[in-house]
């Protein structure tokens, strides 16, 4: 079935880092990725919805120039956390559609643990 | 807009117990239904699905019908284990395709 690679699970760095995640779709190709935040005990909250070849569409709050999205192939979108802090400490999770299959259910990483020291 | 209303938790259940997570949503025009399962540390996976009214998507012993005219899609299981333990998220795609969940929900299963 459809598999979607995030990388790293598991990241602890010190405050002002920047911290790079990977989404991959192993074996599809996926023009829109999604990336959410999840708090614990909580639901997901969509952060940006990443397009191949364009500009990342961010949900309102989310600040673009803290979150940078890329998505420069149809199987690998990064989110980069730029100067990290504390409160950015979170769970991410990536998923990702299908080409063409715009009705059809994402497939999800794993989630990275981002903790910031 | 779009929104998904779950069954607040946590629920705690016996091994072989009968488990029903209620799912009621709003969405313009005929949404596709989902829910997805999070196991501890994990991310999402996708469990069951129903993508029209009346379709029951099933998985794992896991069943949900897709009710139109009650605007819901709740999740059930005859006879949960341990293994079930884990957050239930309902979820929709309207006709803007961008996926809505649920706030989970948590079950743990003692044996």
């Known amino acids: 079935g459809a598999v979607v690679s995030q990388h790293p699970s598991w990241v602890i760095c010190k405050s002002g880092t920047s911290v790079k995640i990977e989404c991959r779709s192993l074996d599809f190709q996926a023009t829109t990725m999604f990336w959410y935040r999840q708090f614990p005990k909580q639901s997901l909250m969509l952060m940006a919805t990443s397009n191949e070849g364009s500009k990342a569409t961010y949900e309102q709050g989310v600040e673009k120039d803290k979150f940078l999205i890329n998505h420069a192939s149809l199987t690998l979108s990064t989110l980069t956390v730029t100067s990290a802090h504390p409160e950015d400490s979170s769970f991410y999770i990536c998923?990702?559609?299908?080409?063409?299959?715009?009705?059809?259910?994402?497939?999800f990483g794993d989630g990275t643990r981002l903790s910031i020291l | 807009g779009n929104s998904v209303t779950q069954m607040e938790g946590p629920v705690t259940l016996s091994e072989e117990a009968f488990l029903t997570i209620n799912c009621t949503y709003t969405?313009?025009?005929?949404?596709?239904l989902f829910w997805y399962v999070q196991y501890p540390g994990e991310g999402l996976q996708l469990l069951l699905k129903a993508t029209k009214a009346d379709d029951k998507g099933s998985n794992k012993g896991f069943e949900a019908t897709y009710r139109k005219e009650t605007t819901s899609f709740h999740l059930e299981k005859g006879s949960v284990q341990v293994s079930d333990s884990a957050v239930y998220f309902c979820a929709l795609i309207p006709n803007d395709y961008k996926l809505s969940f649920g706030a989970g929900t948590t079950v743990t299963v003692r044996a």
């Open positions: 998923s990702a559609r299908k080409t063409g299959m715009s009705n059809q259910p994402q497939h």
């Open positions: 969405a313009t025009g005929y949404p596709s």
